[in-house]
Each structure stands twice: as C-alpha cells, then as structure tokens.
C-alpha cells in the first residue's frame, strides 16, 4: 500500500485540544490531555470530519462540538481497541475551530488539520499533532489576509506531509493552498489556481515524488465549475487534464493512489437538476470517468472520501439524498466494479440527515467510517461512526466531550 492517507473535507468551524508538544514550531499548552469517559450530557453539535487508523487497535476521528451551536471546539477521537474515547485540549480561537482531516502514521504519530476563527479576524490554517502522548499545535503558514482553511492532510513519512486547501483574499479571490512538512517546518508550496474561484478538497501522497490534489475550480468565465487535479513530481505542482461529464457543475473531494498507475477520485456532478456521483480513475497516462455503483431510481449520489486499501480494494462513502432525506453512502471497490454496501443510518425518519465524511481500513475486516447524523427538529447534531467487520457495517458508540 503507498502512504498513509488522510481524509477529506467536513468544512464546519470548530475548534481543537491540545497539549505540550516537543516537534519544532509546537506551541505548549499547560497540561497534557487525559482520556475523558463519556458525559452525560449531549452537546448540541458534534460532528466527524475526518478518520485514519494506522493499525486495529489504533484509530482517530475529528472534528468539532459546540454546547450551544455558537462556540465550537475540536472534537479528538481516539479508538485504542475497546471503545471511542474523547482527548481534551484548548481551542486557538475564541470562536470556532475545526479540525477537517486526519492522518495517523503509526500509534505515535498523527497529523490533523483545519482551521480557527477569533471575533473580528479572519479564519487561519490549524495544524495539530499527535506526539504518542498529546496533541499540539504547530506553527503553520496563513499566507492571505482574509480566509485561510486546510481540508485535507496526507503523510508518507515523519519528514514527508502535505496539506490543501484554499485561501480566500479579501479581495474575494479564491485560491488553492498547498503547504508541506519537512520534519522541521510546514511551508507553502506554489501551486497552480485555473481561475480566481479555485479550492483544493483532498491530498494523496504515494511517496516523495507522487501526491496528488483535487477539487474544483470555475471556468475562466464564471459559467460553470470543472474538476480540478494536480499532480506533485517531486518539483512542482502541475494540473492535469480531467474529465467534466457535466457542463456546468463538476466536483472533486476525495482522492487516493497505491501506485504510479492506480489512483482514483470521486466527487459529483450536476445536469439538468440531478445529482449523480462521479468516479475518476489514473492508470498512469491519463484520467478516465470510470462508472459508479448501480443507482437505485431516485437517489442523488455524493461519494465524497476515498480510502484505498489496495489496488483491489477502495472504500468510498459520502450520502445519498432520496425523498427529502439524506442517508448514508458507502461504496466498495473489489477490483472490477463499485458496489453499494448496506450501511445504518440511525437519523431514520423522513427528512432527517445521515452524512459519512471519511472512511480509512488497515485490512479487509477492520475499516472505519466517520460523519455525522440529524434528527429533524431533535436541536442534536450527533458524531457517527461506523465499522466494517469484513461482513457488515455497524454503528460504533462515539465519546461524549467532557
């Protein structure tokens, strides 16, 4: 399998926890963070943006909660083989902070990413990383003025790390955002921005001379939006031609590779009001739609992150809306065709809402999925989790922060 993969987008302004770090560019928080058991009382949101697990007794999910849906925190998962429990730590901005993506390499070293807002400024990049005993915060570039968010981050080695995203000038100027890791230092990188509404939502790294970044990016003259990869060859980041079935809405957010001549990505389309979902593979010339699991009539597909295992085994998952409801969406690729896999949604009802944002799998029958779930009207956006066991997906018991 070609390096470990992070997952993607869960664009929610939240916030993070921490604790004393001993990287270069760390920032100390006064105590290190204790394993919370779960509390007794639901906060009004939580939410999973993103998993990554380096080995079946080790597995993270983040995100951000919020008491009252106005002041939001990072939200630490960490699963150690028996249950779900929450880390602590302390949130940069006074506001909201995100935590939108994850990585682990190994049960000592993790990297997430996002961002954080404090009242009258503008958002700044979020890096965190996991040490083997707590979370810090890392010094991490917020190159523009206005708005500066990372989605997804992507690792091969402790000195090997990419993060995208985009920035938001205050000009109203949208721009890709792609930053690395050194092992000393996270810098940004150029990379190339098609038009001035450009954004990155998902990074796969494959070694030091293969990532690969995809999105979206608006045509030169505003009347439609394009899939958007670019390819790193160890020198530069350069676009590469992608297909577009659609000729006005096409989208990019989940990407991951296992060789120089297997990578996929998934994302969506829309044309004439429908939503179908998109598929993309490289075989090492070029990239070709490539087709998506059987749809059930009247379903609108979003498969939206991407976890390959290996070249004949890719989990997918995002939702799918049918009759006003959003239900949860998890598609496995076996080597020759994409299939639906049966998955819970425990938000049952009409007009209720069930959204997976990441998905990671260390084997055939140790796999992750993590999102979040609404009940219409309930006022609880709660944290989803669910695991494949090599036969069925089930729901996980996520911890409560404390």
């Known amino acids: 399998m070609a390096g470990i993969r992070g997952s ?56 951000n909660w919020s008491r009252n849906a106005t002041t939001y925190k990072v939200l630490i998962e960490h699963w150690t083989g028996g249950r779900w429990q929450t880390l602590p730590g302390r949130s940069p901005g006074n506001d909201s902070n995100t935590l939108n993506s994850v990585v682990a390499l190994s049960r000592s070293q993790a990297w997430a990413v996002g ?33 500066n968010t990372l989605v997804s981050v992507a690792a091969t080695s402790s000195s090997n790390a990419w993060a995208v995203g985009y920035t938001l000038s205050i000009s109203g100027a949208q721009r890709t955002l792609i930053e690395h890791w050194n092992g000393r230092s ?33 045509s030169s003259d505003g009347t439609a939006t394009r899939t958007l990869i670019e390819h790193w060859d160890g ?53 070709t739609i490539h087709a998506s699991a ?22 997918a998952v995002g ?14 690729w076996n080597g020759s065709t994409w299939k639906v896999q049966a998955s819970p949604n425990p938000a049952g ?13 260390t084997s055939g029958t140790n796999a992750w999925a993590a999102g979040w779930s609404y009940v219409r009207n309930s006022g609880h956006k709660k944290a989803l989790i669910e695991h494949w ?10 911890a409560l922060p404390g």
């Open 319 to 332: 939702s799918r809306w049918h009759l006003n409801a959003d239900h949860t969406l998890i598609e496995h």
């Open 8 to 63: 993607r987008l869960g664009l929610a302004s939240a916030a993070l926890g921490l604790a004393a770090g001993t990287m270069a560019g760390a920032i100390p928080a006064s105590a290190a963070p204790v394993a919370n058991t779960p509390a007794t009382a639901a906060p009004a949101i939580m939410q999973l943006n993103g998993v990554s697990a380096s080995s079946a007794s080790s597995a993270w999910a983040v995100g």
């Open 389 to 398: 066991n090599g036969f069925t997906w089930k729901l996980q018991t996520a």
């Open 294 to 315: 059987r749809q059930p009539s009247g379903y609108e597909y979003d498969p939206c992150s991407m976890f390959a295992l290996s070249s004949g085994s890719i989990w």
């Open 235 to 287: 020198s530069s980041w350069k676009v590469q031609t992608s297909p577009n079935p659609s000729v006005t809405q096409n989208y990019l957010c989940g990407i991951d590779a296992t060789s120089g001549s297997n990578a996929w990505t998934s994302g969506m389309y829309v044309e004439a009001g429908f939503q179908g979902p998109l598929m993309e593979h490289w075989n090492g010339k070029s990239w």
């Open 186 to 218: 996270w810098t940004v990188q150029r990379s190339p921005s098609p038009s001035s509404s450009s954004q990155l939502t998902a990074v796969a790294a494959v070694s030091r001379t293969n990532v690969w970044a995809v999105g979206y990016s608006d």
């Open 349 to 361: 009802g009409d007009m209720d809402e069930n959204v997976l944002n990441g998905v990671t799998a």
């Open 115 to 147: 961002d954080y807002h404090t009242n009258g400024q503008s958002l700044k990049t979020l890096v965190e990383h996991w040490n083997g005993k707590s979370w810090a915060v890392q010094s991490s570039p917020s190159p523009v003025k206005g708005n």
